[in-house]
Structures are given as C-alpha cells and as structure tokens.
C-alpha cells in the first residue's frame, strides 16, 4: 500500500510561491511515479506535474514554468514549488501515487493523500 501525506498548504500573496510538500510511505505494484492534482470548488479535478522514481517529469501546460516538481528520495519526499502564484491557483492540492511511463501521460491511480488548501490572496 502506498500512503501519501501533503503539507505545506496556506494563505499566499498573489504573484508570491510557495512550496508543497508530499511524505510517501509504502510501495505497489505498478506504482512508480507521484503526481501532483489540484480542484478548486465547482471545478474538476486538475493534473498538474508528475515525477516517476528516477526523474522522468512531466507537466501540464497550464503550470509548465512556473511550478517545478522535485523529490527527495532520502527523505521520500515530493515537493511541487509553485512561483508566482495567480488567484486562479486557489485550490485543494493532493497528491497521487501513480504510474509515468517514457512518452505516456502520467496515469493515476486510486492512492490520494488528504490534500492541502492553497489560497491566493491579492
């Protein structure tokens, strides 16, 4: 079983960053990626970036330059920085244990963590 643990959600100045974090614990078959997701009220939800256990990332256009995934794998840890944050960006954040594959789309699969409020302030 993988069990995911976001931190680091909070109230951010528009134009400011902020940095989440994802705690991993626990392995599965067929798990070897984490993907970053948001949804913000009366929207679906949203990829964002993924990062696979050697590195591979990939990123929706819609945050490609301005938010960076990375992890720490000492720590199990992945971090989604996010720059220069626009209201827009107010949203629930998770995170997801999943698979990205060479040339695929990062595909989700059913491990979420609790998720953390993100909420762009002007």
């Known amino acids: 079983q993988v069990r995911l643990v976001e931190s680091g959600g909070g109230l951010v100045q528009a134009g400011g960053s902020l940095r989440l974090s994802c705690a991993a614990s626990g392995r599965t078959f067929g798990v070897n990626a984490v993907g970053w997701f948001r949804q913000a009220p009366g929207k679906q939800r949203e990829f964002l970036a993924a990062i696979s256990n050697d590195g591979m990332t990939k990123y929706a256009d819609s945050v490609k330059g301005r938010f960076t995934i990375s992890r720490d794998n000492a720590k199990n840890t992945v971090s989604l920085q996010m720059n220069k944050v626009k209201s827009e960006d107010t949203a629930v954040y998770s995170c997801?244990?999943?698979?990205?594959?060479?040339?695929?789309?990062?595909?989700?699969?059913?491990?979420w963590g609790q998720g953390t409020q993100v909420t762009v302030v002007s």
């Open positions: 997801n244990g999943g698979r990205l594959d060479y040339e695929d789309e990062y595909a989700e699969k059913d491990y």
